[in-house]
C-alpha cells in the first residue's frame, strides 16, 4: 500500500521561510515524478512543483519560480520543498503527489497517489 506523509507545514510571516517534507512508502517505482500542489477553498487544486525521481528534473508553476526550490532523496524517496519569501497568497493546504508518468506534468489527474495534506498559512 503506498503511502504519502507530509509535514512541516506552519503559520508564518510574509517573507518567511517553510520547509516541507514528503516521505512515500510502498511506493512501486524507480521513476516517475513526485511534487506539490495546493489547493484553497472553493479553487482546483494547482500545481506547484515536481521532481523526477530518477533524473531529478524539476518543473515550477509560474507563481512560485525563484522563491520555492523542490528537490528529492532518491534512497529515502523522500521529497522537499523550500519555501522562501512567502506571500499570503502561498497559504493553502499542501498535497504530496506521486505518478508515474515519464513527463512532468502540473495536472492533477498525471498523479496517481496522493498524500492527506499539510496546512501552510502565511500572515502579512
Known amino acids: 500500500q503506498v503511502q504519502l506523509v507530509e509535514s512541516g507545514g506552519g503559520s508564518v510571516q510574509a517573507g518567511g521561510s517553510l520547509r516541507l517534507s514528503c516521505a512515500a512508502s510502498?511506493?512501486?517505482?524507480?521513476?516517475?515524478?513526485m511534487g506539490w500542489f495546493r489547493q484553497t477553498p472553493g479553487k482546483e487544486r494547482e500545481g506547484v512543483a515536481i521532481?523526477?525521481?530518477?533524473?531529478?528534473?524539476?518543473t515550477y508553476a509560474d507563481s512560485v519560480k525563484g522563491r520555492f526550490t523542490i528537490s528529492r532523496d532518491k534512497e529515502k524517496k523522500t521529497v522537499y520543498l523550500e519555501m522562501n519569501n512567502l506571500k499570503p497568497e502561498d497559504t493553502a493546504m499542501y498535497y504530496c503527489?506521486?505518478?508515474?508518468?515519464?513527463?512532468?506534468?502540473?495536472?492533477?489527474?498525471?498523479?496517481?497517489?496522493w498524500g492527506q495534506g499539510t496546512q501552510v498559512t502565511v500572515s502579512s
Open positions: 521532481i523526477g525521481i530518477n533524473l531529478g528534473r524539476t
Open positions: 503527489a506521486a505518478g508515474s508518468r515519464v513527463s512532468p506534468s502540473l495536472q492533477r489527474a498525471d498523479y496517481n497517489y
Open positions: 510502498g511506493y512501486p517505482y524507480s521513476t516517475g515524478f
